[in-house]
């Protein structure tokens, strides 16, 4: 699965260093093409000769020699590589990272990254667990980096908890996997919708839900991860959609997301709605602002046009169709009337009653649904993890759909 693939290795200044010469062995061993770079404390815990004997090429540790007027350029490096694995990363560089500090090849090489993303932290259990480390790792990861979670075990400080490196095969199965998911969306055409809407009531105020976008930009980000074209149709938020296969569209209102859907859902093999639609709109906009003198205002509400319904409508046989429920009763009753009633492929659930599921969290907890009727309950994941357990479903359909062709 590796042969051929171009892998940047950066090392930062960790004990679990040591464990990096046998990952880069394996890497070779699989047939990748491995670049290593390294920060000036990594050296300190294992020489740039070793690696440089196992990977076959010179170690960049310094972007300039100047006495040999050398200069390594991290832009090439960030537009060569098929993907970058850091590992193992320091309480420091994970801040650098998530703060955009280049004072070393390592970050400046991770700024210029035009691939996936794998970061793989290590340290002490209390330096992990300290609200910065934990914020500088949630920040990483909602610009899209993929996080190797350190695993719980004994540490270098003699103590025992969370923040071991990962393993060296265990990294290289998450690399291996990586991959061959990643075809399995090659070259597919993806709409994922994402975000709330704002329904406007007059030019300061609007209508809003507390939909942040972060699931459906993750789903975007991990569909373009795996190769496929996606167009990213999202109302207000303030998330970036940071890789070179998503194409975003902004939108405002449900009026604005629904042209933009029926304008792009026919070029699409997957649509995907994760966006959190307002079902309500204000029947009159006040061209001034509302003032509040008047006791009472009452604001006449009309529904808006559903977007899922309509492409649900106009699908293609070939294209599948993939809507979210959320609700707060009678949960999979009324998520499977909605499948059914939209003309769905899959609907994903989520249970407001559900701990750890909900707007703005870092986690979710899903039911997967399909048109038969097989139904799939989810633990409590990252919404990482969420978006890549969506996909693998999703793409089945697609592996088992060239079959039949
Ligand atoms: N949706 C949509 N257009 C709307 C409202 C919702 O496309 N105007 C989509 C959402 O993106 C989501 C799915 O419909 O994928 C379900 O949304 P939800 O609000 O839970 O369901 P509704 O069908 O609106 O039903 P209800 O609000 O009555 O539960």
């Known amino acids: 699965?590796?042969?051929?693939?171009?892998?940047?290795?950066?090392?930062?200044?960790?004990?679990?260093a040591y464990k990096i010469p046998f990952l880069v062995r394996l890497l070779i061993r699989q047939g990748a093409e491995v670049r290593v770079i390294?920060?000036?404390?990594?050296?300190?815990?294992?020489?740039?000769?070793?690696?440089?004997?196992?990977?076959?090429?010179?170690?960049?540790?310094?972007?300039f020699k100047a006495q040999s007027g050398e200069w390594n350029n991290h832009v090439?490096?960030?537009?060569?590589?098929?993907?970058?694995?850091?590992?193992?990363?320091?309480?420091?560089?994970l801040g650098k990272m998530a703060h955009g500090i280049a004072d070393n090849f390592v970050v400046t090489a991770y700024l210029s990254a035009k691939c996936p993303v794998f970061i793989a932290p290590a340290m002490d259990l209390d330096m992990y667990g300290h609200p910065s480390t934990q914020h500088n790792i949630s920040t990483?990861?909602?610009?899209?980096?993929?996080?190797?979670?350190?695993q719980v075990g004994e540490l270098a400080s003699g103590l025992s908890g969370p923040g071991r490196l990962e393993?060296?095969?265990?990294?290289?199965?998450?690399?291996?996997?990586?991959?061959?998911?990643?075809?399995?969306?090659?070259?597919?055409?993806?709409?994922?919708?994402?975000?709330?809407?704002?329904?406007?009531?007059?030019?300061?105020?609007?209508?809003?839900?507390?939909?942040?976008?972060?699931?459906?930009?993750?789903?975007?980000?991990e569909a373009a991860s795996r190769g496929a074209e996606v167009t990213l149709i999202t109302g207000p938020t303030f998330l970036?959609?940071?890789?070179?296969?998503?194409?975003?569209?902004?939108?405002e209102s449900a009026d604005e997301m629904y042209e933009a859907c029926m304008a792009e859902a026919p070029k699409n093999d997957i649509i995907i709605m994760a966006a959190a639609v307002a079902d309500f709109k204000s029947k009159k906009k006040?061209?001034?602002?509302?003032?509040?003198?008047?006791?009472?205002?009452?604001?006449?509400?009309?529904?808006?046009?559903?977007?899922?319904?309509?492409?649900?409508?106009?699908?293609?046989?070939n294209q599948v169709l993939v809507g979210f429920a959320l609700e707060t009763d009678n949960e999979l009753e009324n998520a499977r009337q909605k499948l059914h009633r939209k003309n769905l492929d899959f609907i994903i659930l989520n249970s407001l009653r559900d701990k750890g599921a909900g707007f703005g969290l870092e986690t979710n907890k899903i039911t997967m649904i399909d048109k038969a009727g097989n139904v799939q309950h989810g633990n409590v994941k990252t919404k990482q993890e969420i978006a890549s357990d969506i996909l693998d479903i999703i793409s089945e359909t697609q592996i088992c759909s060239h079959g039949k062709q």
Not at 76 to 93: C, E, I, R, S, Y
């Open 140 to 150: 990483l990861q909602s610009y899209g980096n993929i996080i190797i979670e350190p």
């Open 240 to 251: 970036n959609a940071s890789h070179a296969g998503i194409r975003r569209v902004d939108v």
């Open 76 to 93: 090439d490096l960030g537009q060569w590589a098929d993907v970058m694995v850091f590992a193992p990363v320091t309480a420091n560089t």
């Open 286 to 317: 006040s061209a001034v602002k509302i003032k509040k003198t008047a006791a009472h205002v009452t604001l006449e509400l009309e529904p808006t046009r559903d977007i899922l319904l309509e492409i649900g409508r106009q699908k293609r046989k």
């Open 167 to 221: 393993e060296p095969e265990k990294i290289l199965l998450i690399l291996e996997r990586f991959f061959t998911s990643r075809q399995s969306l090659n070259k597919k055409k993806i709409l994922v919708t994402a975000g709330p809407t704002h329904e406007k009531i007059d030019p300061v105020r609007f209508l809003g839900n507390y939909s942040t976008g972060k699931m459906g930009f993750t789903l975007a980000f």
């Open 38 to 63: 390294m920060t000036p404390a990594a050296v300190d815990f294992v020489t740039p000769l070793t690696l440089s004997t196992l990977s076959m090429h010179p170690v960049v540790v310094d972007p």
């Open 1 to 16: 699965m590796l042969k051929g693939k171009k892998i940047v290795v950066g090392i930062t200044g960790s004990i679990a």
